[in-house]
């Protein structure tokens, strides 16, 4: 049986207590090595922080601090031994240096920047134009188009005629370009009956009376684009003060009556059973189709230049969202583009085209009517 000695017991326990006190103390004597060094490398960095700084601003020996004024206290603080040092100090070479660097990159990254980014382009101002430049520019594109930009050019003088369907188109535009052009010649050129004719506008309006059909002596190619030089040399005039244009009321109504008139001949002609060599089949009703299509193309191009060169008329009248129905309508006519016109009854599965095309050209007409009207003061 084991017995409990106490004397070796004790000396054990006190043993533990020396070795834990002498543990203890080491502990102790290592924490504070360690505070006093960190606390001492602080010190170290702050004073390298000082010494970057530039040498502080000192004032003039004659200002008076606010202090004085304020009858405070004038005594000096004792300044720091780390603070003396950086006054004395000359400001960091390589901070500057360094300083020049990011600047010198900081530029570069941002003329990268400048030369990534695209710029928006810049809207042209439109130039001002002279009253009459769009709707003398509006008589010349649809011919202007048909005698230089249409493929094969002009048609209805070829010898062999292959396409009928742009020979008629053709000369709808060609038809409602005279009327135009005599008009202007006649009435918007002029302050009235006693004035004289303006020479170019009546040598085009004679350089268009030749016949669309004839082969040479003269062509008609070389004499319409001899109509259009003369209408451009007018324009020229227009903006140079030496031709005039006049935007009355007199003068727009005999264009819209002409072109009220050329459109009721197309109405009849899309709506008659029989004409002059018999029942119209649909060999002959494309004829009257593209025809029509040809008068609502040129016309829906001249109401855009009437509405911009007659604007002030048109809205003393309130007559510009009418003029604009129109142009709508012409719009429709002029979009429809079947590939076989055919002729069948309204009551067929098949088109009749002339019906489809004989709508809108009704509505331009009626518009041409109420305008007008409204013109007149009806």
Same mark, same amino acid.
């Given at each position: 049986? =084991?017995?409990?000695?106490?004397?070796?017991?004790?000396?054990? %326990?006190?043993?533990?207590?020396? =070795?834990?006190?002498?543990?203890?103390?080491?502990?102790?004597?290592?924490?504070?090595?360690?505070?006093?060094?960190?606390?001492?490398?602080?010190?170290?960095? $702050?004073?390298?922080? /000082?010494?970057?700084?530039?040498? +502080?601003?000192?004032?003039?020996?004659?200002?008076?601090?606010?202090?004085?004024?304020?009858?405070?206290?004038?005594?000096?603080?004792?300044?720091?031994?780390? =603070?003396?040092? %950086?006054?004395?100090?000359? +400001?960091?070479?390589?901070?500057?240096?360094?300083?020049?660097?990011?600047?010198?990159?900081?530029?570069?990254?941002?003329?990268?920047?400048?030369?990534?980014?695209?710029?928006?382009p810049v809207?042209?101002?439109?130039?001002?134009?002279?009253?009459?430049?769009?709707?003398?520019?509006?008589?010349?594109?649809?011919?202007?188009?048909?005698?230089?930009?249409?493929?094969?050019?002009?048609?209805?003088?070829?010898? $062999?005629?292959?396409t009928?369907?742009? #020979?008629?188109?053709?000369?709808?535009?060609?038809?409602?370009?005279?009327?135009t %052009?005599?008009?202007?010649?006649?009435?918007?050129?002029?302050?009235?009956?006693?004035?004289?004719?303006?020479e170019?506008?009546?040598?085009?309006?004679?350089?268009?009376?030749?016949?669309?059909?004839?082969?040479?002596?003269?062509?008609?190619?070389?004499?319409? #684009?001899?109509?259009?030089?003369?209408?451009?040399?007018?324009?020229d005039?227009?903006?140079?003060?030496?031709?005039?244009?006049?935007?009355?009321?007199? #003068?727009l109504? +005999?264009?819209?009556?002409?072109?009220?008139?050329?459109?009721?001949?197309?109405?009849?002609?899309?709506?008659?059973?029989?004409?002059?060599?018999?029942?119209?089949?649909?060999?002959?009703?494309?004829?009257?189709?593209?025809?029509?299509?040809?008068?609502a193309?040129?016309?829906?191009?001249?109401?855009?230049?009437?509405r911009k060169?007659f604007?002030?008329?048109?809205?003393?009248?309130?007559?510009?969202?009418?003029?604009?129905?129109? $142009? /709508?309508?012409?719009?429709?006519?002029?979009?429809?583009? +079947?590939?076989?016109?055919?002729?069948?009854?309204l009551?067929?599965?098949f088109?009749n085209?002339?019906?489809?095309?004989?709508?809108?050209?009704?509505?331009?007409?009626?518009y041409?009517?109420?305008?007008?009207?409204? =013109?007149?003061?009806?």
């Open positions: 049986m =084991l017995h409990f000695n106490r004397c070796l017991f004790g000396k054990k %326990v006190y043993i533990f207590i020396v =070795l834990l006190t002498v543990f203890f103390f080491l502990t102790t004597y290592n924490c504070l090595a360690a505070t006093e060094k960190s606390s001492h490398s602080d010190s170290q960095s $702050i004073t390298k922080n /000082e010494q970057s700084r530039p040498t +502080p601003f000192k004032p003039l020996e004659n200002q008076t601090s606010p202090l004085q004024n304020d009858k405070l206290s004038t005594k000096q603080m004792p300044v720091p031994k780390a =603070l003396t040092v %950086v006054s004395e100090c000359q +400001p960091d070479t390589n901070m500057v240096q360094f300083n020049e660097k990011d600047q010198k990159e900081s530029e570069k990254k941002v003329s990268e920047i400048n030369k990534k980014i695209k710029k928006a809207p042209e101002k439109e130039v001002p134009r002279v009253q009459g430049y769009a709707f003398v520019k509006a008589v010349i594109q649809p011919i202007d188009y048909e005698l230089n930009e249409r493929f094969w050019g002009w048609r209805p003088n070829d010898i $062999i005629n292959v009928d369907n742009v #020979n008629n188109i053709q000369r709808g535009i060609l038809e409602v370009t005279r009327r %052009v005599v008009v202007l010649a006649h009435r918007i050129s002029r302050t009235g009956s006693n004035d004289t004719l303006d170019n506008l009546e040598n085009a309006m004679n350089w268009l009376m030749i016949k669309a059909n004839q082969y040479w002596f003269p062509s008609p190619e070389s004499k319409y #684009n001899l109509a259009i030089d003369e209408l451009k040399q007018y324009v005039r227009l903006e140079r003060g030496r031709a005039r244009f006049y935007i009355r009321t007199d #003068n109504i +005999p264009l819209l009556a002409d072109y009220e008139d050329l459109l009721g001949g197309c109405d009849q002609s899309l709506t008659i059973k029989e004409d002059d060599d018999g029942p119209v089949s649909s060999s002959r009703a494309d004829d009257y189709f593209y025809y029509a299509q040809g008068v193309k040129a016309m829906g191009c001249i109401f855009r230049g009437v060169d604007y002030i008329t048109l809205e003393s009248v309130q007559g510009t969202q009418i003029l604009d129905e129109a $142009i /709508e309508a012409c719009d429709v006519a002029s979009n429809i583009d +079947p590939w076989i016109v055919t002729e069948g009854s009551s067929s599965i088109a085209h002339r019906a489809n095309i004989d709508q809108p050209i009704n509505r331009i007409r009626f041409m009517n109420v305008l007008i009207k409204t =013109l007149k003061g009806y």
